[in-house]
């Protein structure tokens, strides 16, 4: 069974600086991973999704990365901005008994205080 | 074109109530997919549904229940509430049918949810 862990669960950083947060899982024969953002109270956004054969995915001052060997990602925001604070979840999606579903890590709750 | 939508927005129930929950996927979307939210975790699978089919079902009790319309919408239905059942319930739509080779490689769009409370 995959399992997805991302760490820090949480992270306050001053406006301007640059951050990396971490999404690992169990199992490396994923076919992607996905980056999304979550505002309180409210939905996903995707961020950005990485195939299996790629090793980096950009989207304006968002850099996600993926090491399949080693089972890990990082998204990387550069100067990050109070606008950034929302929570950050990675995920990958898995075929088991139960059907074919995405699974999530924790979250990253990203804090940029101006 | 509009994106997944959910409804209602918010909701409060007392234990033992019964909730109806509400999904449009986007046009053209025939997959739809229930997570549950619980605060401070990430989305938990719940059912999978495409063409009114149920294609998945994850590890939680009876009293959830799913339906797929004709339409593509969808329902989910929770008996018998717990107020352990408190969570932001989302809907996600993708493009091909669960059952598809490359639906694994198939981005799944979310909506904004629906947070339930029960009192």
């Known amino acids: 069974k995959q399992e997805v862990t991302q760490i820090p669960a949480a992270l306050s950083v001053p406006e301007g600086e640059n951050l990396v947060l971490n999404c690992s899982f169990t199992?490396?024969?994923?076919?992607?991973l996905q980056w999304f953002r979550q505002d309180p109270g409210k939905g996903l956004t995707s961020l950005l999704l990485i195939q299996s054969s790629q090793r980096e995915q950009t989207s304006g001052r968002l850099n996600a990365s993926l090491d399949k060997s080693s089972g890990r990602s990082t998204l990387y925001i550069a100067a990050s901005q109070p606008g950034d604070s929302a929570t950050y979840l990675c995920a990958v999606p898995e075929f088991n008994n139960a059907g074919n579903m995405l699974t999530f890590g924790g979250g990253t709750r990203l804090m940029v205080k101006p | 074109d509009a994106g997944v939508t959910q409804s209602p927005t918010h909701l409060i129930k007392t234990r033992g109530q019964q909730v109806t929950l509400r999904c449009s996927p986007i046009?053209?979307?025939?997959?739809v997919s229930w997570y549950q939210q619980v605060l401070g975790q990430g989305p938990q699978f719940i059912f999978q549904?495409?063409?009114?089919?149920?294609?998945g079902r994850g590890n939680f009790p009876d009293r959830f229940s799913a339906r797929q319309f004709p339409n593509y919408s969808s329902e989910l239905n929770v008996n018998a509430l717990l107020l352990g059942d408190s969570a932001l319930y989302l809907c996600a739509s993708s493009a091909r049918d669960p059952h598809h080779p490359r639906f694994m490689n198939t981005e799944a769009f979310f909506g904004q949810g629906t947070r339930l409370t029960v009192v």
């Open positions: 199992d490396s024969a994923i076919y992607n």
């Open positions: 046009s053209g979307h025939k997959s």
């Open positions: 549904y495409y063409e009114k089919e149920e294609r």
